[in-house]
């Protein structure tokens, strides 16, 4: 099963882009890439997600590297609202694995 | 709209009983899941479903149980709870798309 790396935490400045890196360097050519976040003990919540090709909704971007061993989710402007655990997941079958995640602080 | 929900959102039980998180969806999602989240470990599956009759072990199933007898509900049951379970208990829904909603959240202290 494909794990991700993340890491622990991370600050950004309200209004910035911020970057939110990921390793998953066994993953496989079926596997999908999910970003997920979870403020305070919510239930997490779906941002993104995709296979091969860089996606773009209303909340983020990912970018996915071609040989598919990291990624990248972008929040283009930062607020305060955004202060959150992230997590990559990788997707194999219907389960999905999580890790522990990155704390993001964005600062005002 | 349709939504998950969980109840109870904070139970506190003793060592030993029996306890059961009810999960209940309104999307007539076929695939459900139960998370723990617990610190230092994010979330990790206990067990899932992919439709009526249906049920499967995760990651951590020791000491959990569930059952699928219609499409909207996956309680979750603890034969006899530990203090090792303490946590809080997470239930997911997907559907056709590649999407997992969560519910809110059952918080559960085994003293």
């Known amino acids: 099963d494909a794990k991700t790396t993340q890491p622990p935490s991370m600050d950004c400045a309200e209004g910035r882009a911020a970057n939110l890196p990921c390793n998953h360097s066994?993953?496989?050519?079926?596997?999908?890439v999910y970003w997920y976040r979870q403020i305070h003990s919510q239930g997490p919540q779906y941002i993104i997600h995709g296979l091969k090709n860089n996606e773009t909704n209303e909340m983020a971007s990912l970018i996915i590297t071609e040989d598919r061993k990291s990624s990248t989710l972008i929040l283009p402007h930062a607020t305060l609202r955004d202060t959150a655990v992230y997590y990559c997941?990788?997707?194999?079958?219907?389960?999905?694995?999580f890790g522990t995640g990155t704390s993001l602080t964005v600062i005002p | 709209d349709a939504e998950i929900t969980q109840s109870p959102r904070h139970k506190i039980t003793e060592t030993g009983r029996q306890v059961t998180l009810a999960c209940h969806q309104t999307?007539?999602?076929?695939?459900m899941f139960w998370y723990r989240q617990d610190l230092g470990h994010g979330l990790r599956l206990i067990h899932y479903s992919y439709g009526v009759q249906d049920t499967n072990k995760g990651e951590v199933s020791d000491g959990y149980s569930v059952s699928r007898s219609n499409t909207e509900d996956l309680p979750l049951t603890l034969e006899s709870a530990a203090s090792s379970q303490t946590s809080v208990y997470f239930c997911?829904?997907?559907?056709?798309?590649?999407?997992?909603?969560f519910g809110p959240g059952t918080r559960l202290t085994v003293l």
């Open positions: 997941i990788v997707r194999t079958g219907n389960q999905f694995y």
């Open positions: 997911a829904s997907r559907g056709t798309t590649d999407t997992q909603y």
């Open positions: 066994t993953i496989s050519g079926n596997e999908y």
């Open positions: 999307w007539n999602h076929n695939n």
